[in-house]
């Protein structure tokens, strides 16, 4: 595996590679999850490439972007033991020099639910992402659905500027007890972890109603504002059920819906969702 820091001395090595690249884009931290994301790389292309760079340009506030965590030795021997064949870890002035001026914007996938709490977030995910297709040129690019709304910006600017990546979106990865797994959890301290339940709680509670036949979705909105205030250290940014293709929000359910939430659980924001299909 060969680690590279430098984007001159990839963009010199790049032509050299033959067969299909497939490229998992993270911000490090590794976990199960991006494990998840590596391993499928690896068995669907010739040439596996981590990339790891944590944005400053899809952080709305400097602190989050400061405390982010950083653990570039344990990334390194995940990446090798998935069989990565190379880790792109460039810098920020590497990424994005001081003359830097070209952004990516997806206008209507990036205004709802995220966009509307983190503003620049997903001008700063188009941005980095196309210029990491860019670089690598990759057959495929692996996201996960934890970021529901990250794969449809991601899918949309794809198709809508023509690049040729295929952008394969693979489950979300949860631990043992429903928690989905986040570079962020690792800051929750063990109240909070049991806490943090509370999301995939909200999120299966719709589930259960939209099964047994309920089809208003302020009803199931004001379930999941309903079992999250029972949680005294959950503070609730939003909740939503929406069309998972336009993330319009819906008002009955005539079809699959995603419902999403975000939820500050002491100093640590999370966000989860599940995408769920109403029978009959
Ligand atoms: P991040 O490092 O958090 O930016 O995530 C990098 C990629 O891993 C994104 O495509 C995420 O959606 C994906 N990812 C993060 N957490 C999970 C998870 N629990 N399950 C599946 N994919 C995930």
């Known amino acids: 595996m060969q680690v590279i820091q430098s984007l001159s001395a990839w963009k010199e090595l790049r032509p050299q ?48 972007f400061g405390s982010y965590p950083r653990v570039m030795e344990e990334d390194l021997r995940l990446a090798g033991e998935c069989g990565m064949d190379y880790v792109l870890a460039p810098g920020a002035r590497e990424v994005y020099p001081e ?33 990491m297709l860019c670089l690598t040129q990759p057959q495929r690019a692996y996201f996960g659905q934890k970021d529901a709304q990250q794969t449809l910006v ?8 023509g690049m040729l990546t295929e952008i394969v979106v693979c489950p979300t990865v949860r631990d043992q007890d429903g928690l989905a797994l986040s570079s962020r959890n ?10 943090a339940l509370v999301l995939y709680r909200a999120l299966k509670d719709v589930e259960t109603a939209l099964r047994c036949g309920e ?6 909105r004001g379930r999941m504002r309903d079992i999250l205030g029972r949680e005294p250290r959950a503070e609730v940014e939003y909740v939503s059920i929406a069309d998972p293709n336009t993330l319009a929000e819906c008002a009955t359910v005539a079809g699959p819906v995603l419902a999403s939430l975000a939820v500050q659980i002491g100093d ?3 966000i989860d969702n599940l995408q769920i299909e109403p029978r009959g």
């Open 17 to 64: 590679l033959t067969g299909a690249l497939g490229l998992i884009p993270t911000m490090g931290a590794l976990h199960e999850g991006h494990l998840a994301l590596m391993r499928r790389a690896r068995e669907e292309n010739e040439i596996a490439v981590l990339w790891i760079f944590v944005n400053p340009k899809q952080f709305a506030e400097d602190a989050d």
């Open 99 to 131: 003359d830097f001026q070209t952004y990516v914007e997806v206008e209507q996938l990036s205004q709802p639910l995220e966009g509307a709490h983190r503003a620049g977030h997903f001008r700063g995910v188009a941005t980095v992402v196309a210029k």
């Open 154 to 161: 991601v899918k949309r600017m794809v198709e809508d500027l």
């Open 186 to 195: 690792a800051r929750l301290s063990p109240r909070e972890r049991k806490a």
């Open 215 to 220: 089809r208003d979705c302020e009803v199931l």
């Open 268 to 270: 640590t924001r999370l």
